[in-house]
């Protein structure tokens, strides 16, 4: 199990997740009736571009954990606990009335993890040829029946292949002729991936009274929340707007080498202030690693807790999720491209080029690295090469004038003068394109300004009548100091600020409002002052995103 944990993490691992299934909702309304019944916006993603999201049940607890992936406007796969794929439907099925559209599960489809950082070559001799962005999808032209979906849910590049059941063998062949030295991924090693990545199991780690915002970020990543309604949606609203949870989940550094079991109690001066869930020896991390739900008070990262095991105190440090993560693909290609870009200031344009290979491989459609190798080949005089770099960069953004403009140079050189003189004249039309574009959308801004702002007056006479009536409306104050603060009114925004605090001393989102509102009006004491009780509350109540955030604007006021 640990070594090939380790040598997956090293390599590339591959391996059945049988404990996933997939279900088909296909029709005209499919996508329609999921964006009305989940909690993620369908309606702002892009092609091929899936979500990870939940259903809820009507008081905001935690169902089913779910991979959306809109294949079309007419067909949409789920990936859902096998287990609980047909509970999955029934449960849709009773809020489907005349919506034009069927529903099953598809058992023809097996689940494959493939997690490594060998994993983009692989892909790409694969011919899956988008970028690695969270939860992209799409067919393998080398393989076009199966599907990859990239998800990076055990902490390093990765995620899952959709294969038909009865063309694994093949397609494993066909893995195994790209990279030799694929390691096998057994249940028992990608449960060790799965906690050390900080993912949550459903009925392990959750129970039916989780709720959704008690996963932490993870769960913030499952919902917008500026879409339309949908089952649960009045509590996910309190609880953003409330800024805060009881409890959270949190990842465990756990001293020695005993592995807890499940439900071990957390304990602070005798009390229980929370319970551990799956737990394992970490072959990456060398320690005891586990998942847990602790009171908000004690959930900041770096805190030390102890476990109640077998009548002793074993120590434990709090860390935030995921407890294992290597940089993405896209942070990987910025390295590689900046690491060449300092190749190529020393004249070393081999190895820019070789590096900017690599960055290309991280993220396909990097097009400032496609340039830079365009130009390092150019400097090389190796102009046929350089002109079909930059007509691939014309391909991966076709809109960028200096893609045409370089190709114009590299062209000439060639002696293709009329080719050339075509490509500087579709550099010009960009240019020009691009600078009547910017204006068009300037004056769009501008209007779209005006409307939200006539908007957020007429919101700001609803929350002054509320205050008429209760000037210690907590809400109606906070959502007066957040529009006044929207609209730059900042010195306005102060008091209903302190008025929000006043009432609610706890409210750390309304003292990081507060701070930034006395930050923006000049009044820097009081800003601090505002910031630093801020950070103090947050930390009594364990909410780490407005104490991260005041913490940074404490600096930068010391700076």
């Not at 609803?462 to 809400?475: A, N």
Request: aromatic share 6%; glycine share 8%.
């Amino acid at each position: 199990m640990f070594s090939s944990t380790l040598e997956a993490r090293r390599s590339a691992g591959l391996g059945p997740n049988p404990s996933l299934g997939v279900v088909c909702f296909q029709g005209p309304d499919a996508l329609s009736f999921l964006q009305n019944q989940l909690p993620a916006d369908f309606d702002a993603l892009s092609p091929g571009q899936g979500v990870r999201t939940a259903r809820l049940e009507r008081r905001g607890r935690l169902r089913f954990m779910l991979t959306v992936l809109p294949k079309s406007k007419d067909e949409v796969w789920v990936l859902v606990d096998t287990g609980e794929a047909q509970a999955f439907l029934d449960d849709l099925e009773l809020f489907h009335i005349r919506e034009d559209f069927e529903m099953k599960v598809l058992p023809e489809l097996s689940v494959l993890e493939f997690h490594g950082p060998r994993v983009p070559v692989v892909l790409k001799g694969l011919g899956f040829e988008r970028a690695l962005d969270p939860f992209a999808f799409g067919a393998l032209s080398s393989f076009p029946s199966a599907l990859f979906v990239y998800d990076p849910w055990a902490g390093d590049v990765g995620g899952r292949f959709l294969v038909l059941s009865a063309e694994l063998a093949p397609f494993t062949e066909k893995l195994r002729g790209l990279e030799p030295d694929l390691v096998e991924l057994h249940d028992d090693a990608l449960e060790v991936m799965r906690i050390e990545g900080g993912h949550p199991k459903l009925g392990v780690d959750t129970s039916e009274k989780t709720l959704l915002q008690e996963l932490g970020p993870l769960g913030e990543t499952m919902v917008s929340h500026t879409k339309g309604c949908y089952l649960g949606q009045e509590t996910v609203a309190r609880v953003h707007a409330r800024g805060q949870v009881n409890r959270q989940l949190v990842g465990l550094l756990i001293e020695g080498e005993a592995v807890p079991e499940l439900g071990t109690l957390i304990v602070h001066d005798e009390s229980a202030v929370g319970e551990v869930k799956s737990a394992v020896h970490s072959p990456s991390l060398r320690k005891v690693v586990g998942l847990a739900f602790l009171r908000s008070a004690f959930s900041e990262p770096g805190r030390t807790v102890y476990l109640k095991m077998d009548g002793d105190l074993v120590a434990a440090t709090v860390a935030e999720l995921p407890l294992y993560r290597v940089p993405g693909p896209k942070e990987q290609s910025r390295k590689l491209y900046m690491d060449g870009l300092e190749a190529f200031k020393n004249d070393n344009f081999e190895g820019a080029i070789r590096l900017f290979e690599k960055s290309l491989l991280m993220d396909p459609n990097f097009g400032d690295a496609v340039e830079a190798m365009g130009v390092s080949q150019e400097r090389l005089g190796r102009i046929d090469e350089a002109v079909e770099t930059m007509q691939m960069l014309a391909d991966v953004d076709p809109n960028n004038p200096m893609s045409w403009t370089n190709l114009s140079r590299y062209l000439a050189q060639q002696g293709k003068i009329e080719e050339a003189e075509e490509a500087k004249g579709k550099a010009l039309y960009l240019s020009w394109k691009r600078d009547a574009g910017e204006a068009a959308a300037k004056k769009k801004q501008e209007e779209d300004n005006a409307q939200a702002r006539a908007q957020m007056e007429e919101r700001l006479e609803l929350f002054q009548q509320v205050l008429e009536i209760d000037p210690d409306d907590t809400v109606a104050n906070f959502g007066m100091g957040k529009l006044l603060s929207d609209l730059e009114r900042y010195e306005d925004a102060v008091d209903p600020l302190r008025n929000a605090v006043r009432v609610q001393p706890d409210y750390s989102a309304a003292y990081n409002l507060l701070g930034t509102a006395l930050m923006r009006a000049d009044r820097t004491e009081e800003a601090r002052a505002a910031f630093e009780k801020g950070v103090e509350v947050a930390t009594k109540k364990g909410d780490l995103m407005p104490k991260r955030d005041m913490q940074q604007k404490l600096e930068r006021l010391s700076s």
